[in-house]
């Protein structure tokens, strides 16, 4: 008879026990797949709200400022020494060391324009990257597709009586008005956008660029060694990072990533701990059985293998089931969890064979003790049971 069979036969004699050892093994899997599983889909879901936030990486020209007050009344302020911010170094953020982590770079240029006897304020974009960035926009109309495409914010459109296809004039040129922006409830509103290579010809500052937003968002992104290389490459401007809302949604995330793992090792003492008194309480059952082995002739390798077999076949079936059913309980538990009620739950291929990777390993390492207490036992001492 071989080792395998006996191991087989052993636990179809004993289905209640070494059903209640895959149940027990399984629950502490399926627990660890469903954390692991929430924590990484609830990441996901972050990460591509954080896209909506826009930028989170603000360059502006860097200047010397001085606040004029004078008995308590603000008179102002006046700036000098300005530094312009050329558009070609912004070539170089692209070479700093975590220029993997960016995402998109939009540059701007601003200046008043006159339109329809009505002073505005002119907003050169690249509009790819503008779109990419704000993903919350809603246009009526078309996108801009050419330099004579224009976009207006909800309140410039007001303030223009301009609509979806009408022309309109800057400086003796003619535009035409591509699509409106839906209310934002920001200074996008007020705006006039116009293509960059297009504004910075009709504002006289070609070349030159009035400030640039970097989209950063990501996981546990390094935003502030970012802002120090982004300062590094260009000396003249001033770079901030705006990541307060980023900061507070990445902590909580971050917390509940240690609860996760926490709870993960909880349950796999639970779990071992299960394993290793059902097997010892299985070896201690078998006594005469295992003596009648050894005295015809089994060696003490060959008990080990028959009690860490029916480990590993218990380990296995609890790991397959516990993965489909940690699987099955996130796929539940995430839309009260997730931020969006669209978040999508992360299948991964590391999670599924580490799940039965760590019940085997729990199983086989838990039965070890049992196995050598088992292949250890005197024949004489066992066969006085008969």
């Known amino acids: 008879m071989k080792l395998h069979t006996i191991s087989i036969n052993n636990l179809k004699r004993r289905k209640a026990k070494m059903a209640f050892l895959t149940i027990g093994l399984m629950v502490g899997i399926a627990t660890i797949v469903t ?62 060391e975590n220029r993997k982590n960016i995402s ?25 990257s503008e779109l990419k960035m704000k993903q919350w926009w809603k246009i009526f109309g078309n996108e801009p597709k050419s330099d004579h495409d224009i976009l207006l914010g909800s309140d410039a459109s007001k303030l223009l009586d301009l609509s979806p296809g009408d022309n309109l004039s800057i400086k003796g040129e003619t535009f035409k008005v591509a699509g409106v922006l839906d209310q934002t409830g920001s200074q996008d509103d007020a705006l006039v ?74 349950v796999v003492f639970i779990g071992s701990l299960i394993v290793f008194v059902t097997m010892m309480a299985s070896v201690n059952e078998r006594t005469t059985e295992i003596g009648v082995f050894r005295a015809i002739g089994f060696r003490k390798s060959h008990i080990m293998q028959i009690i860490l077999l029916e480990a590993a076949i218990v380990s296995l079936l609890a790991g397959f089931l516990g993965y489909a059913a940690g699987m099955g309980g996130a796929r539940l538990a995430l839309p009260f969890m997730a931020e969006s009620k669209n978040a999508q739950l992360v299948w991964d291929t590391t999670v599924a064979f580490g799940s039965i990777g760590l019940a085997l390993t729990l199983g086989l390492l838990a039965s070890l003790y049992p196995a050598l207490h088992a292949s250890k036992m005197d024949p004489t001492e066992a066969l006085r049971a008969l």
């Open 193 to 266: 956008f116009a293509s960059l290579a297009k504004a910075q010809k009709l504002l006289g500052k070609a070349g030159k660029i009035s400030m640039a937003e970097v989209a950063a968002l990501c996981s546990g992104c390094p935003i502030g060694d970012m802002v120090t290389q982004i300062a590094e490459k260009i000396p003249d401007a001033k770079v901030s990072a705006i990541q307060q809302v980023v900061e507070g949604r990445l902590k909580a995330l971050d917390q509940f990533k240690r609860f996760s793992y926490a709870m993960a090792g909880v």
């Open 35 to 96: 954390l692991v599983t929430l924590t990484r889909s609830m990441s996901r879901d972050i990460e591509s709200k954080m896209d909506e936030f826009g930028a989170n990486i603000l360059i502006t020209p860097r200047s010397n400022g001085l606040s004029m007050n004078y008995g308590g009344i603000a008179l102002g302020g006046v700036s000098f020494d300005q530094h312009e911010i050329r558009e070609e170094d912004l070539a170089k953020i692209k070479t700093i």
């Open 104 to 128: 998109v770079v939009s540059p701007k240029v601003l200046g008043g324009a006159k339109i329809n006897s009505r002073d505005v304020l002119l907003a050169g974009v690249n509009f790819e």
